[in-house]
């Protein structure tokens, strides 16, 4: 039957579905008002022109369930060979009706969905990777010269790691023709697609003129007065002026005016739903049932054309419910579907309790073979505490820890606890939600679990943890937090029966260390590490191993690991480079915030490179839905990698977006410890009069607080600073407040961090035998053995203090012939100035132009103009012209330009995104990569940049 009305519409979507462009569109109403008539005449278009049209429909059931829309959605486009994810094998009642051309996935994608499909051994993709991969297989379908049509519907109860993919992938359509996406939402409820920035078109209420032929066309024996009340009531809703008139025929013949629906004042939808329970009212209790197993399995209002990705529960012998217009029958498959999603909320609220559990208990049989479904349909049919249960939700919650779901795996742990049956096993999975919660930057949820892991104490392990994170990251405390985590250690140590592992419930395997360990012990440890590192004095780090020289071998390898390499390399480092490269090996196994201290282990060690990949891969996914905290400390990690390989633009973006979490969450502690590294790149880069002012405001909050983590940062920016701008006696004064010349002071990591400037400092104002000295004892101390990096500046600091020219020789090229030498630009472009400076004073100038002319090459490469300077001017006294002019500008892309223009009008990124359809990350992103094509660093400098550029806009 033609649709009625709807003309613009229908115009709209059919130039939508004929576009050769790629492109999304979101269709946003009421519900009942067509949305899905209007994707069902898209997916009709679609299909005559030759499209591959897949379908799939957003389930409340299953909002929670990480990934589980996105299945559902790329099910029919997987693969069919034998290296698709195990999750998504057709049943043996749903045989595969997938082209046999589907595309074979390169490893990447394949990794991306065997992680979020049901395989362990891939590493958990983030957004960013698992979009890239949807994008893939959906150009790679469109290839074979077939477009392809996504269909969408209710995508307001899509879950919300599937929307996130979806809007990734939406937004990047533009430049990827032959595939297209359509999303249908309702406008009265929340949906993950609200902030997608996806382009959208509003579906209204039909015109007065094709409601009344709408009605007539389906209810032409309505009586006059019925009629008017049906086209008042209903409001120009297709659904309801359909549902409306069958509701009044089955009622009392004297019902009139408002009272007629008894529902005056109920917004529209909930009146439609009020209708479907009145005939659901009606239905034997049979039926009853086997609708609401249908409902709570998420059958869909419309489902695809293809198999389905999982197993749904068939309803069957539910005729009497499609006589009385609840459910159609789909003839493609010959399955019962709900007529609309308004049926199948009603079918779950008219339900009692008990119906309820005991059809969750049926969905639970049937979806045996997918543990979390079967967790989450066990746990809704559980009453009473049942410990096989608790361990399936407990399990479902690890599970969903190391695959980015943090979040839910609180609501699932404290499902667990709930259901556990001893008190022992019901404060540690509290205890489990509580840390989790933590982690996840929910510290007022992660104390009160804490609190209710152990009630009547503010002492117990799980309320310590809670606290201390609380303390520390928001507030910076580190000597109370410190004796606190102490205590509570010790209690645990002493305590006969600790809450840990014991001979019916061993210890996890799936971690490194020793199998008898108590994980709630090894937690505290951990914190007391991190709090020790942050308070970067002896005193506090020799408390800390005294506590752990006692823990025997209740210690981990982990815990020493972390030990030695947070606290004094110099003292402690030696021999576990190679360990932590071993660990590194499978960190897809491991929970994101032990990923992270494996990670800081790596950079102490300067070995953090191959690990970046990976933590490159995860932190958008610990930020969007997952670990908060251990997100921000990601990205410090790879600010720090960035810095260290010379990419400083890359680690500027990195600090800022890692500064603006952290100030939004109000993490003290992370917020200057962002600042401080951002001041380090505005130090290298010359910026000195910003690198001071952060310094500034980093070292008046830390030092009160004694954290000498960030005190001894603020002092390293102070000298880094000074050396750029040539004071260096001031860069003396900052080097030794760190260490004194001829020592490194314990447990103060930076003392072997700023080696160099510390020797150059004290060169460049006669003090050449403190510098001397200082090099000696880095050699001494056996610095060249720790770490790639110390040895290369170790070397670099004895070459330029050699007393001699053949010893001065001797190290330099050792220090430049290193096989890591290249991935510390900075400091090996220093090194090389050095050298250049004193081959030119020694040897002459042809000596010198090699070096000065590999430090120029990277200090311009870098953009540390002050030493560029210096080099430049070396290079010029050596005889060599000066270096040719800055090229112009280059090209701005068309949404580069078109933000930077908007951005020097003075608007916000998140108005430049609102008129762009643009995330304000991506806004900023488009900024950054603007900025150095433009040769400027702030916003206030896009004006008087654009104007000098004299490029036209391009066309998009």
Not at 239 to 246: F, M, V, W
Not at 340 to 346: E, G, I, K, N, T
Not at 397 to 420: I, P
Not at 724 to 752: C, K, N, V, W
């Amino acid at each position: 039957m033609a649709m009625v009305g709807r003309d613009d519409e229908q115009a709209r979507l059919s130039a939508f579905v004929l576009a050769p462009d790629g492109q999304a569109l979101v269709l946003r109403g009421e519900a009942g008002v067509g949305k899905s008539t209007l994707l069902d005449l898209a997916a009709r278009l679609a299909a005559e022109d030759g499209q591959l049209v897949v379908r799939a429909t957003g389930v409340e059931a299953e909002s929670g369930l990480p990934h589980a829309g996105l299945h559902q959605l790329l099910y029919p486009l997987l693969p069919t060979s034998d290296d698709r994810p195990s999750a998504v094998q057709p049943s043996a009642d749903q045989p595969s009706d997938r082209p046999s051309d589907a595309p074979l996935l390169g490893a990447s994608a394949r990794a991306a969905f065997d992680a979020v499909f049901g395989r362990p051994d891939g590493p958990p993709p983030p957004v960013m990777a698992l979009g890239i991969a949807v994008l893939d297989l959906l150009s790679w379908t469109a290839a074979k010269g077939r477009p392809v049509l996504l269909v969408l519907d209710d995508g307001q109860w899509l879950d919300e790691a599937s929307a996130e993919v979806c809007g990734f992938v939406g937004r990047r359509l533009s430049g990827r023709p032959g595939v297209k996406l359509l999303v249908a939402v309702r406008g009265d409820t929340a949906s993950p697609f609200d902030t997608a920035a996806l382009p959208e078109a509003p579906v209204g209420a039909l015109a007065d003129a094709d409601a009344t032929r709408l009605l007539d066309l389906h209810h032409p024996r309505l009586g006059r007065q019925v009629r008017g009340l049906v086209l008042e009531q209903a409001g120009g809703n297709p659904l309801a002026l359909l549902e409306l008139p069958a509701h009044l025929a089955d009622g009392p013949g004297d019902r009139t005016g408002q009272d007629l629906l008894g529902l005056h004042g109920v917004p529209l939808p909930r009146r439609i739903q009020e209708i479907y329970a009145a005939r659901l009212a009606r239905l034997g209790d049979t039926v009853r049932a086997e609708l609401l197993r249908g409902a709570l399995d998420g059958a869909a209002a419309r489902p695809g054309d293809g198999p389905a990705p999982v197993a749904r529960y068939r309803m069957r012998e539910v005729d009497e419910a499609v006589a009385c217009g609840l459910l159609v029958v789909e003839p493609a498959a010959g399955e019962f579907a709900f007529r609309h999603p308004l049926v199948r909320s009603s079918v779950v609220q008219l339900a009692t309790p008990d119906q309820r559990r005991a059809a969750h208990r049926v969905l639970a049989q049937l979806h045996r073979e997918y543990p979390e479904r079967r967790a989450i349909h066990l746990a809704a049919a559980t009453v009473d505490p049942e410990e096989g249960v608790a361990a399936d939700l407990e399990a479902a919650a690890r599970s969903a820890t190391r695959r980015g779901g943090a979040r839910l795996a609180v609501s699932w742990l404290t499902r667990a606890a709930e259901l556990s049956e001893t008190r022992v096993d019901r404060s540690r999975r509290l205890g489990e939600a509580a840390y989790v919660a933590g982690q996840t930057d929910h510290l007022g949820r992660a104390r009160s679990l804490a609190l209710a892991a152990a009630p009547g104490t503010d002492e117990s392990p799980a309320a310590v943890l809670a606290d201390s994170y609380l303390a520390l990251y928001r507030d910076g405390e580190v000597g109370a937090t410190h004796r606190r985590i102490v205590a509570a250690v010790e209690r645990l140590r002493d305590s006969p029966d600790r809450p840990g592992d014991s001979p019916d419930r061993p210890g996890r395997p799936d971690r490194p260390g020793d199998d008898r360990r108590d994980e709630v012990l090894d937690r505290l440890v951990s914190l007391l590490l991190a709090v020790s590192q942050y308070a970067g004095n002896r005193a506090t780090w020799r408390r800390t191993h005294e506590v752990l020289a006692t823990l025997g071998d209740l210690a981990t390898e982990r815990a020493w690991m972390y030990g030695s390499t947070w606290s004094d390399v110099v003292r402690h480092g030696a021999g576990w480079s190679r360990r932590v490269e071993r660990a590194s090996a499978g960190l897809a196994d491991q929970d994101p915030w032990d990923v992270t201290r494996l990670a800081v282990s790596a950079y102490h060690l300067d070995v953090l490179s191959p690990l970046r990949p990976y933590l490159e891969r995860v932190v958008d996914r610990e930020l969007d839905t997952g670990a908060m905290s251990s997100g921000i400390v990601m990205l410090h990690l790879v600010l720090l990698d960035q810095l260290a390989l010379g990419q400083w633009d890359a680690a500027e973006r990195t600090g800022h977006r890692a500064l603006a979490l952290a100030t939004e969450r109000g993490h003290g502690l992370f917020a200057h410890q962002t600042r401080a590294y951002l001041a380090q790149l505005a130090a290298v880069r010359g910026r000195t009069a910003e690198a001071r002012e952060l310094q500034t405001t980093v070292d008046a909050w830390a030092r009160p607080r004694c954290i000498g983590f960030l005190t001894q940062l603020a002092d390293a920016v102070g000298t880094t600073a000074a050396l750029s701008a040539g004071d260096y006696e001031t860069a003396f004064l900052h080097a030794i407040g760190i260490t004194a010349p001829g020592a490194f002071r314990p447990y103060a990591y930076q003392a072997s961090r700023t080696l160099l400037d510390l020797v150059e400092a004290a060169l460049h104002t006669g003090r050449a035998e403190q510098a001397r000295a200082h090099a000696l004892a880095a050699r001494d101390a056996g610095l060249p053995d720790l770490s790639p990096r110390l040895a290369l500046i170790t070397h670099g600091a004895l070459a330029m203090t050699a007393e001699d020219d053949t010893e001065a020789a001797a190290h330099y090229a050792r220090a430049q012939s290193h096989p890591a030498a290249e991935r510390f630009p900075f400091e090996l472009a220093r090194i090389r100035l050095a050298h250049g400076i004193a081959a030119r004073r020694l040897h002459g100038a042809a000596a010198a132009r090699l070096p000065l002319t590999q430090a120029a090459k990277t200090f311009d490469r870098l953009g540390a103009p002050a030493w560029a300077a210096r080099a430049h001017a070396e290079l010029r006294a050596a005889g060599v012209a000066p270096h040719t002019p800055a090229p112009a500008p280059l090209p701005l892309t068309w949404q580069e330009r078109r933000v930077a223009e908007l951005a020097a009008g003075g608007l916000t990124n998140k108005e430049i995104g609102e008129q762009m359809r643009l995330s304000p990350r991506t806004v900023g992103a488009h900024l950054y990569r603007a900025f150095p094509k433009l040769g400027i660093t702030t916003r206030a400098a896009l004006r008087d940049a654009l104007t000098r550029v004299s490029q036209p806009t391009p066309t998009p």
